[in-house]
């Protein structure tokens, strides 16, 4: 089958408001439920009072209901004394208050001097400490309005004014139907060309978030037929249907083609990034969307689309994410032809929010979990230059972002146990790490991007480590060195070593299969130190220019057998299951500006790496020496 092109490259809005109006006819069904289910459930009809609250005049206290012309005259020299059911009746809070009487004293201004007779100090006034009927909510009285998104407080008032149902938009079943021949369900066995489903799971959870309900069906295979039966299953038994995946322009997607079989196709492709390959369509009357397959796609689209036809469905009113001003910290290039949505990773430096893109793949999952806000890239801008002031639309609390460390600068997996670690603290602060190398954290301290930056940097000349590069590019700024560990650099190499390297030189000698890491990265910086010293050119290597941005990413690609070896260190090759050849210690510091050493944030970032906790955790990793660890270098 040869590959289909997109139908249409509509600008993002013009799409979603066309879709919206074709399929408004599907909005605000309603349905009635019991009271006490509605927290959540906007009103569609208003709600009016059948009963006042309280239906009766009622004792407010704990004491004695009389009338208050009994009472006058009383005072501390001349007590009246009363007799039970002559003069007055006993009553507990929330007691019907007869209708002869019209006051009630409270236990407590009342002295007991003998079996049914009582003395009072006070004369009381009409209806003191009496809870009128209607006090609260009067018969026929407006609850809560058309419109009105159900809080726990107002089923409680609607209870107590005799509200036992109430008229609430429908609430949508979404159908959510994952696809592609190569997706199998969590658990499964893996080989090689298998996908695990994450997606439907994800949308589901996304669509409770968004107050529909959902039903996930199971796995289907790319088979035209198959993919038809149960598309027509699922639009007869929900309100709202999601095909995943199958709606881009290859030989085996076919969701385009089902839904126009079916019923009718509006749009078919949108001209944002990443989501491309939006469907937009209709089969009986019901709306159907084509979600691409890649997941961060999928969640822009399901969070810029399908929300909110959730939210009309149901007469939610759309909130809009808290947007805030941040500085960008890199530059940022995009195409002419789409909006793009970039997450971002913030952090509260100095006086200012500074933000960083992460990974702009579509396939880039954990962009998204650590995304803290998303920047919009208009479709007629192609680039944001770095430090421009740009409006980012939170995905996180703007406290947690105040309490978090930012750390720009080389990688090691103690940042993953540091940050665990943190937040586990009673502070309960945040860690927020960007693998730029080295040289990458350096650049970020000069320009007042970062709190921390770990940095490895070997002087080629003095042997010394991170001091000299201070020394050079930060030195009209105050920079302190906090000492971390000396750690094991060295090759990673497949279990049993197959290949028998022993050394650097053998790289080149052997031709084997090499993985770098990206430029700025101490590590690299390494490799090329030692290239030199051997008089090895960057050429003579196989994979000099393969990057990778973490020592997991290296051992990772190692152990997979894309590669035969890796420059890295000894905890990510241990972690990884791999052989690993020593080749030198290195010194790993956290570069930091002197005035952040009184931050609370650092502070209580010291007081983890000094616990004993941490320390175990390094003796577990291997390969750390941290017998310097917290001291600092001014």
């Known amino acids: 089958m040869a590959q289909k092109v997109y139908l249409s490259n509509y600008e993002f809005k013009e799409a979603l408001n066309k879709y919206l109006s074709e399929i408004s006819s599907v909005f605000l069904n309603k349905e009635v439920i019991n009271t006490e289910e509605g927290l959540g459930r906007v009103i569609a009809q208003a709600v009016y009072s059948k009963i006042s609250s309280p239906f009766y005049n009622c004792s407010a206290m704990d004491g004695i209901a009389l009338h208050s012309s009994k009472t006058i005259g009383a005072s501390e020299k001349h007590p009246i004394v009363l007799e039970e059911g002559k003069d007055y009746i006993v009553v507990d809070t929330g007691d019907p208050v007869p209708k002869e009487y019209d006051c009630v004293i409270m236990v407590e ?89 994450f997606n439907s799971r994800t949308f589901s959870a996304q669509v409770i978030e968004y107050g529909g309900t959902p039903k996930r069906y199971g796995i289907v295979k790319d088979n035209y037929e198959i993919l038809k039966e149960t598309l027509k299953k699922a639009v007869s038994e929900c309100d709202i249907v999601i095909i995943n995946a199958g709606s881009s322009a290859g030989r085996e997607d076919f969701t385009s083609d089902l839904i126009a079989d079916l019923g009718k196709v509006y749009v078919h492709g949108i001209a944002i990034k990443p989501g491309k390959p939006t469907i937009m369509g209709r089969i009986n009357n019901k709306p159907v969307l084509g979600i691409p397959g890649y997941p961060v796609s999928a969640y822009i689209i399901m969070e810029k689309v399908l929300k909110k036809i959730v939210e009309n469905y149901q007469g939610l009113k759309t909130k809009e994410p808290q947007k805030v001003d941040a500085i960008l910290s890199r530059r940022i290039m995009s195409s002419l032809k789409h909006l793009e949505f970039v997450r971002m990773k913030l952090g509260y430096v100095g006086n200012k929010i500074i933000a960083t893109p992460l ?66 603290s009673s502070k309960h602060y945040y860690l927020s790490s960007a693998h730029t190398g080295s040289m990458g954290g350096i650049m970020a301290l000069k320009n007042e991007e970062t709190h921390i930056a770990p940095i490895h940097l070997l002087d080629m000349e003095t042997g010394e480590y991170n001091i000299s590069y201070i020394n050079k590019y930060l030195k009209n700024k105050d920079i302190a060195l906090i000492k971390v560990v000396k750690r094991i650099q060295g090759l990673m190499v497949q279990k049993g070593n197959p290949l028998s390297l022993k050394s650097i030189s053998d790289i080149s000698e052997k031709n084997v299969r090499f993985v770098n890491r990206q430029r700025g990265a101490g590590t690299r910086l390494l490799l090329d130190y030692y290239l030199k010293k051997l008089h090895i050119s960057p050429d003579q290597i196989n994979g000099y220019e393969r990057e990778e941005f973490t020592h997991l990413s290296v051992a990772a690609a190692v152990a997979n057998g894309d590669v035969d070896c890796g420059l890295g260190v000894y905890s990510a090759a241990d972690m990884m299951g791999l052989d690993f050849i020593p080749v030198c210690n290195e010194e790993y510091d956290f570069a930091v500006p002197v005035q952040y050493l009184e931050l609370d944030i650092i502070k209580e970032l010291l007081k983890v790496m000094k616990s004993s906790e941490f320390l175990k955790k390094l003796d577990e990793l291997g390969g750390y020496d941290y017998s310097d660890i917290c001291n600092i270098i001014y």
Do not use: F
């Not at 369900?185 to 060309?193: A, F, R």
């Not at 396939?363 to 890239?377: F, I, K, P």
């Not at 980012?392 to 993953?416: A, Q």
């Open 109 to 197: 201004d009342i002295v007991n001097i003998a079996e049914n007779r009582i003395q009072i100090y006070k004369s009381a006034a009409p209806w003191q400490n009496i809870r009128p009927l209607g006090e609260d909510i009067v018969e026929k009285q407006l609850i809560v309005p058309s419109g009105h998104t159900v809080r726990p407080v107002d089923i409680g008032a609607m209870l107590a004014g005799g509200v036992n149902t109430i008229e609430v938009y429908k609430k949508p079943l979404v159908g959510i139907i994952p696809t592609g021949t190569e997706i199998v369900e969590p658990g499964s066995d893996l080989k090689v060309g298998d996908i695990i489903d």
């Open 359 to 424: 990974s702009r793949g579509a396939g880039a999952t954990m962009s998204l979990v650590r995304a803290d806000g998303t920047l919009e890239v208009p479709q007629n801008v192609e680039g944001i230059e770095a430090g421009t002031k740009v409006e980012i639309s939170l995905m996180r609390d703007m406290e947690e972002i105040k309490n978090t460390i930012v750390c720009i600068g080389s990688h090691d997996p103690i940042l993953d146990v540091l940050s665990d670690m943190l937040h586990l």
